[in-house]
């Protein structure tokens, strides 16, 4: 089945403990991105990736980091976690043709920084 | 980074209603896509919109993109409760960022 999976689904945290969100897809997609969901803001783009060993920033990148080094697996790295980074978070692929098509998401991840 | 109103943010219709909803910004979007998400869940995506006025329909669905390529709508005929759920425009800039409205909130009552 073709899919975008994230572990973990729900995470409690505190303040300044590094933490590691996954995100793998199983269609061949060169495109992949993560992106949190708040209240009132929407959907908000964090990172992105054209393709292995490509990324690139954001509307909000500021306290994440992220790397491509296969294909199929895009993990978010929070380093030093903090309160305003508590969100829903996506990760996102997409194919490319002549152009990024529409995203395939997968089914978030809540986060929670005490 | 463009933005992208997207209006109404909330609307509760009875079933049978036909609804549109809107999608505008100031600036220039390569392609336009729609999504659906539910309470939840991941959004889920509808259409994908490239060229100025084109015009595409799904089942009872109609996504339109301006001549400008700057706005979208999505028509919906004889809204069903099946339809209800969280409706997303985003838009593709040039530099490949993708850039979300706010969502609209549909609500269908049976």
């Known amino acids: 089945e073709a899919q975008v999976t994230q572990n973990p689904r729900y995470l409690i945290t505190v303040t300044g403990k590094k933490l590691t969100v996954t995100c793998s897809q199983n269609m061949n997609h060169e495109y992949m991105s993560w992106y949190r969901q708040d209240p009132g803001l929407g959907l908000r783009q964090i990172y992105y990736?054209?393709?292995?060993?490509?990324?690139d920033k954001g509307d909000v990148p500021e306290g994440y980091k992220v790397s491509r080094k296969e294909k199929r697996n895009f993990p978010l790295i929070l380093e030093s976690p903090s309160p305003n980074q508590t969100s829903l978070y996506f990760c996102?692929?997409?194919?490319?043709?002549?152009?990024?098509?529409?995203?395939?998401f997968g089914p978030g991840t809540r986060l929670t920084v005490t | 980074t463009q933005l992208l109103e997207q209006s109404p943010q909330f609307l509760s219709i009875q079933e049978g209603e036909n609804l549109t909803v809107y999608c505008n910004s100031s600036?220039?979007?390569?392609?336009l896509q729609w999504y659906r998400q539910e309470p939840g869940e991941g959004p889920v995506l509808l259409v994908t919109v490239v060229t100025g006025g084109e015009v595409k329909k799904l089942k009872r669905l109609t996504f339109q993109f301006g001549d400008a390529r700057k706005d979208s709508s999505l028509h919906i005929t004889a809204a069903q409760p099946g339809d209800t759920g969280l409706y997303l425009c985003?838009?593709?800039?040039?530099?490949?960022?993708?850039?979300f409205g706010a969502g609209t909130i549909l609500r269908v009552k049976s």
């Open positions: 990736s054209m393709n292995v060993e490509v990324t």
């Open positions: 600036s220039v979007f390569s392609s």
């Open positions: 996102a692929s997409s194919p490319i043709e002549d152009r990024v098509g529409g995203q395939y």
């Open positions: 985003a838009g593709m800039e040039y530099g490949n960022k993708l850039v």
